[in-house]
């Protein structure tokens, strides 16, 4: 405080108390402005701990559902390349039972393996449609199996 404050304030607190009393300078307390809006009561610090801890188990689970969606992702991965190699090995034996049915490979492995001839012109037989038919082809076919 500058000189002349002071002596204001000495002035002020003299004529206060008279001639004869010593006066007695008041300190000036600096209260702290509190609003009554900012003040937060025990409610209020429950809720916002609950609140808290809240979006914190809200967070956990996020994580957990991330980490789960993860792992069934990787798992489809791995079965959609499982697939493709089973498909792989698919497309490779229809490959080889093409080849194994092609009538070239047959007609070469009959010849050289069971010693198969084409035949002559003399011994091919040809079948007529118009020929007469067993009216009842079935019943004769029992027949000559069981012989009855």
């Known amino acids: 405080m500058m000189a002349a404050e002071k002596w204001y304030e000495y002035q002020k607190c003299y004529k206060k108390y008279g001639l004869d009393m010593k006066p007695v300078c008041e300190v000036e307390k600096e209260e702290k402005y509190k609003s009554p809006c900012s003040q937060i009561s025990g409610k209020d610090k429950a809720r916002l701990l609950f609140l808290t801890l809240f979006a914190g188990l809200l967070c956990i689970c996020l994580i957990i559902t991330a980490a789960y969606s993860t792992q069934i992702k990787f798992n489809t991965n791995s079965l959609l390349a499982q697939a493709a190699v089973v498909q792989g090995e698919i497309e490779n034996l229809n490959v080889a039972i093409k080849s194994a049915n092609n009538v070239s490979v047959i007609e070469e ?19 007529n449609a ?14 000559l199996a069981f012989k009855d």
Do not use: H, S
Not at 116 to 121: G, L, N, R
Not at 131 to 138: H, K, S, V, Y
């Open 130 to 143: 118009d020929c007469n038919t067993i009216p009842d082809f079935a019943l004769t076919l029992k027949q």
């Open 109 to 127: 492995r009959a010849i050289n393996e069971l010693g198969m001839v084409y035949p002559e012109a003399d011994c091919i037989a040809y079948i």
